[in-house]
C-alpha cells in the first residue's frame, strides 16, 4: 500500500487538530490573545514571584545561613507554585475565537463555543464591575472570560443554561462587526 505525500499531510493535519482540540472542518476566521493591562499582569504575576522566593529559599536556604525547611514545608510550597505556575498560565492563554461554526472562547482547560445558529443577539457593553472578578467568572446566568476592566463584547443565546456570555476581547466593536458579518 502506497501514500501519497498529500495523504500523510492531511493525516498530519487531522491529527494535529484532535491533538489541538479545534474541530475538523472548522476554519479559523478570527483569532485574538485577551487583553491584560499592566497592572493585572503585576497582580497576577508578583505573589508567583513571591512563593518561587520562598520555596527558593525553603530549599538551598542553608546555603545562605537559614535554617532548612521541612520536607513537609518544602514540598507543600512546591505544590503551591506549580498550581499557581498552571493557573497563570491558563489565565494568560485565554483567547476568543471566530470560527466558521461560530464564536469560541478559551482558558485552558475551558473552552465555550456558541454556534452562529444560537446567537440572538451580540453587543458591546460598556465597563465590567470590579466584583465580578477575572478568568472564568460566573456572573449571575452569565458566563464571562474576564481579562480586563473595560468594554466587552456581550453574546445573548437563544437557548441554554448560561443564556448571556461576556468576552473581554481587545477592540469589542471590530469582533462584534465580524460576528454579524458571519451571520448573515
Given at each position: 500500500?502506497?501514500?501519497?505525500?498529500?495523504?500523510?499531510?492531511r493525516i498530519a493535519y487531522v491529527s494535529a487538530l484532535r491533538g489541538s482540540g479545534q474541530s475538523i472542518g472548522s476554519g479559523v476566521i478570527y483569532e485574538e490573545k485577551a487583553p491584560y493591562s499592566n497592572i493585572m499582569k503585576l497582580i497576577v504575576v508578583l505573589p508567583f514571584f513571591v512563593l518561587s522566593f520562598s520555596y527558593f529559599f525553603a530549599v538551598f536556604g542553608n546555603y545562605f545561613g537559614f535554617e532548612k525547611a521541612p520536607d513537609q514545608a518544602q514540598f507543600a510550597l512546591f505544590l503551591a507554585v506549580s498550581?499557581?505556575?498552571l493557573a497563570m498560565w491558563s489565565f494568560f492563554s485565554m483567547k476568543f475565537k471566530i470560527t466558521d461554526n461560530?464564536?469560541?472562547a478559551v482558558m485552558p482547560p475551558f473552552k465555550f463555543s456558541i454556534p452562529f445558529s444560537e446567537?440572538?443577539?451580540?453587543?458591546?457593553?460598556?465597563?465590567?464591575p470590579w466584583?465580578?472578578?477575572?478568568?472564568?467568572?460566573l456572573w449571575g446566568r452569565r458566563l464571562a472570560f474576564i481579562s480586563m476592566r473595560k468594554s466587552a463584547?456581550?453574546?445573548?443565546?437563544?437557548?441554554?443554561f448560561f443564556k448571556r456570555s461576556v468576552f473581554t476581547t481587545q477592540n469589542p466593536a471590530e469582533f462584534v462587526k465580524i460576528v454579524r458579518e458571519n451571520l448573515e
Open positions: 500500500m502506497k501514500i501519497s505525500t498529500t495523504e500523510v499531510i498550581i499557581y505556575a461560530g464564536v469560541e446567537i440572538k443577539e451580540i453587543k458591546t457593553i460598556e465597563n465590567i466584583y465580578v472578578g477575572w478568568g472564568v467568572r463584547v456581550e453574546i445573548e443565546k437563544k437557548s441554554g
